[in-house]
Structures are given as C-alpha cells and as structure tokens.
C-alpha cells in the first residue's frame, strides 16, 4: 500500500474526501501556457529529461514542488478558512504548511529501499518492465522530503509492514500536535473543534 491507498482509507476512517495533488497539476496545465509556468509544464515540453541521470531527475522534481508550492498552499488555506476538512496527496506536497501546533498536519511515507520500490513498480505495472531508474528517482526525492519533513518536525513513517501503515500513519497524523490534518506525502487539515477529522 502506498500513498494513495494509505489517503483513500484515512479518508475512509475520517469521512472526508481526497483532494489529489495531480489534479491540481492537471488544472494548472490546462489554464497556463508554458512560458507561464514552465516549471509546471517541464514534463510536457521536456519529456526526454526524464532519462537523464536520477540526482538530475530529483533537482528538477524539487523545482517542480517549490513551484507547485503556492498552489497547494493555497488549497490548504482555504480548507483552514471554511473549516472543511481533507486528505491532501501528491507526490509534490511539501512539508512548509505543516507546524507541530498549527491547523495543519503532516506525515511523509517513505521507502528507502530501491529494490522494493522497483518491485513495487513492477507489480503495479508490469508491462512496463522493470523501472530501476525511476525507482532510485523515488527514493532519492523520497530521502529529499523525508530530510525536508524531519527538518520541520513532521513525522516520517515507512510504508512497512504494509499490514498496520494506515494506524501508523494515523498515529503519526494525530500525535503531531494540536489543530487541523493536512497531507502524505500527506497533509491532513483538522477542525478547530479538536476532533479526530482530517481536512
């Protein structure tokens, strides 16, 4: 179980929706042009640099969330500001929103095992074949975010053993501190009421 799985059942245990990062990826490409926001667009107009070597592919991902960055923010802050809680989820969520005693709240899942996420990979899509490129792309940005969310003092947990990461995840959400869930990477906004609810 990965991070969609892991929001898709705190949603479930919540009774709150998943707000998607990708979708607001997609919204943004659909409303700008390149020269607009070319770090959004990098993929589209550049989509051989998806081969170059990882440490090059994870500096251009890190460019791509600080980028998205503002737009995320934003979604959070009007999720705290109707009081309207959510699972927030992406790959480009970053752990800025997230304060030890703030409305918004944070765990990162991270896999540091190469071997295990290009298995992953490859039981998720095997007609791709193996993807052993894409998957040291994954646990280095994946050790980028973990560093950047332990530096903030958000909470780091390993997506094994796969059988109790939703609890653990949940722990993780619920211990770091008082306010909001924001998102996984995950963020999860809490009511003021102080119950158990993400937003």
Not at 92 to 113: I, K, M, Q, S, W
Request: charged share 25%; aromatic share 4%; hydrophobic share 40%.
């Amino acid at each position: 179980m990965g991070k969609t799985g892991v929001g898709r059942a705190l949603a479930r245990r919540y009774d709150v929706p998943v707000v998607e990062v990708d979708d607001i990826v997609e919204a943004l490409l659909a409303v700008t042009l390149p020269e607009h926001l070319p770090e959004v667009h990098f993929w589209r107009t550049h989509p051989e640099a998806a081969r170059q070597a990882p440490e090059s592919v994870v500096e251009r991902q890190i460019a791509i969330a600080e980028a998205l960055a503002p737009a995320i923010e934003a979604v959070i802050t009007n999720h705290v500001g109707t009081d309207t809680p959510v699972i927030l989820e992406g790959d480009y969520v970053l752990p800025g929103p997230a304060t030890p005693r703030g409305p918004v709240r944070a765990v990162f899942l991270h896999e540091d095992d190469e071997a295990q996420v290009a298995a992953n990979y490859l039981h998720r899509e095997p007609e791709a074949g193996p993807q052993r490129h894409r998957a040291r792309v994954s646990v280095l940005y994946g050790r980028w975010l973990a560093a950047q969310a332990r530096a903030a003092g958000v909470p780091v947990v390993a997506p094994r053993p796969w059988e109790d990461l939703v609890s653990r995840v949940a722990e993780a959400v619920e211990g770091a501190g008082h306010g909001r869930l924001s998102s996984c990477p995950m963020s999860t906004v809490r009511p003021r009421s102080g119950s158990q609810q993400p937003c």
